[in-house]
């Protein structure tokens, strides 16, 4: 089956089902050819990425099982490659499924159409991708890029109101190269910083007190409470008190119970201490007890 590739002007006639299956088995070996190169590799993507654009979806009379083989391969290539890297093959993936309905059909839960997907065949149209799901997708999602999450988020709901009608190599070699942060170490797109959250009020009226006295604040206000229901005497009383608690000098808590756990420690080694006296004194009544007794055999023999 030979075919025509269209695009900026230019026709190429191949065979291409072989050209697919040979850029197919290409696309295993990206990994690979990235990490070692790294200066050429912006290049190197958006050319392939683009070959598999042509391949796909300009090419004619593409089968739904080739196109949903060459979905997964890019959804599995895009969680092996740099941020900048990995937009660019989620939007040809974009570009696939909204070419055909039945690659959209691979974002259900359930597969269409039974049997296994093979992962490692050279042949698309071997790979029965079509009894498979996007769960790459899921992965993408809590990617530690922000950018690479949106457009992970639109893929998975399938809407892609800014995608281009069609896509052209130099517009992939530039979204690389702009996306790229490599060479300046930032986000690119820039993170937007988040707005500042207005600091929530205290529920408490005395949360700048200490403990201490907030204990005595919120036991003052329950006398002043049922002070409004005794009579008038005894308000002279609490506000006398309260007045007595407002020169107190405050509190250290942390000094307090400090002090508190060490005496808790001494008055149980002085327990134990007793108790150890205690143990001696019986040992040595009962060790005085049978000398006695055998000075007193002794006599009596």
């Known amino acids: 089956s030979t075919g025509a590739l269209r695009n900026q002007g230019y026709v190429v006639d191949i065979e291409v089902k072989s050209f697919q299956a040979e850029l197919f088995e290409l696309l295993l070996a990206v990994p690979r050819v990235l990490l070692p190169n790294p200066i050429d590799a912006n290049d190197y993507t958006a050319e392939l990425l683009f070959a598999v654009y042509l391949a796909v979806c300009e090419a004619p009379a593409v089968e739904p099982e080739r196109a949903a083989a060459f979905a997964k391969r890019l959804a599995a290539l895009a969680c092996n490659m740099a941020p900048h890297q990995a937009i660019a093959t989620i939007t040809v993936l974009q570009h696939i499924m909204r070419r055909s309905v039945r690659v959209a059909a691979l974002l259900d839960a359930e597969p269409a159409v039974g049997g296994e997907h093979s992962l490692w065949v050279d042949d698309p149209a071997h790979s029965n991708a079509l009894a498979a799901t996007l769960w790459e997708g899921v992965l993408l999602n809590t990617h530690w890029h922000p950018a690479v999450c949106k457009a992970t988020v639109a893929t998975l709901q399938n809407a892609f109101p800014r995608l281009d009608p069609e896509l052209t190599l130099g517009a992939l070699r530039e979204l690389v190269h702009a996306l790229d942060h490599t060479a300046r170490a930032t986000f690119e797109p820039p993170v937007r910083v988040p707005p500042a959250r207005a600091q929530k009020r205290s529920r408490s009226a005395h949360a700048h007190l200490n403990k201490q006295q907030q204990f005595v604040m919120r036991g003052l206000g329950e006398q002043i ?77």
């Open 225 to 301: 409470a049922r002070a409004r229901r005794v009579p008038p005497p005894r308000t002279a009383e609490i506000a006398a008190a309260v007045a007595a608690a407002a020169e107190r000098p405050p509190v250290d808590m942390r000094r307090y119970f400090r002090r508190k756990r060490a005496n808790e420690r001494l008055e149980r080694r002085l327990n134990a201490m007793q108790v150890a006296l205690v143990a001696a004194e019986l040992h040595a009544k009962k060790r005085a007890k049978k000398r006695d007794e055998r000075k007193k055999r002794k006599a009596e023999d």
